[in-house]
């Protein structure tokens, strides 16, 4: 049987996905994966692949966010607020969340198990990654998903994925925009993911935290 390269096997995963999904408006996306805006919403899906202890790992992921939420964050966080708010990233989910285990991946090995693997590959993006993404329909539903996540339980499968404190603050937004009874409680639950950041990014944050206690939010620029 012929082995088949990551650089072969990442090129087929990429043209197999964008095929799936351009019917339904997805683009291919700077650097692989497809994506989608749709107004103020934005979709990505894509695979990370690698050659690990001699085998070809495939971690599919698909991302979701909203335009509105991204803008905020990067009008205090980034240094480039254009280019990052060329994506939005509320919710990430990753192939683990699904099958329950962090170190599990999807395996091709061979040019001859190429097709049989691509089924199987389409069946988990279209019938569970993609579908569970577009279940998330409102920055309430996604607020939810953070009300709920234990992100202390660094083992929990629960979405979304957890980035320390880039994640705390995007669920501080959410919570202040759409349920702001939520925040207070939220924000002292959150206290510990700002511990030992730089200096640079603790001012951003802050002045990002003092932005949301306004009383009332004053349109940014």
């Not at 509320?90 to 097709?115: G, I, P, R, S």
């Not at 990654?129 to 409102?138: D, R």
Request: charge should be neutral; hydrophobic fraction near 40%; proline fraction near 4%.
């Amino acid at each position: 049987m012929t082995v088949l390269s990551v650089r072969k096997l990442d090129k087929a995963i990429f043209h197999a996905m964008l095929n799936w999904l351009a019917p339904h408006g997805f683009v291919a996306a700077a650097g692989g994966g497809v994506e989608r805006w749709q107004g103020e919403r934005y979709d990505f899906l894509g695979c990370v692949v690698n050659r690990i202890g001699g085998k070809n790992c495939i971690s599919p992921f698909g991302q979701m966010g909203f335009g509105y939420i991204q803008k905020l964050y990067s009008h205090f966080m980034s240094d480039d607020p254009d280019g990052s708010n060329k994506i939005a990233v509320d919710v990430q989910l990753k192939y683990a969340h699904f099958v329950k285990d962090w170190n599990k991946d999807m395996h091709c090995q061979h040019t001859e198990e190429l097709d049989a693997f691509l089924v199987q590959l389409r069946s988990f993006v279209m019938e569970e990654l993609y579908s569970t993404l577009v279940s998330y329909k409102t920055p309430e539903q996604v607020l939810e998903l953070y009300l709920k996540k234990n992100e202390k339980d660094r083992k929990s499968f629960d979405p979304p994925s957890w980035f320390g404190y880039s994640s705390a603050l995007t669920g501080l937004i959410l919570a202040r925009l759409h349920e702001p009874e939520q925040y207070a409680a939220l924000k002292q639950r959150y206290s510990d993911q700002f511990d030992g950041l730089d200096d640079d990014t603790s001012t951003r944050a802050k002045k990002l935290v003092a932005y949301l206690e306004q009383r009332q939010l004053v349109p940014l620029p």
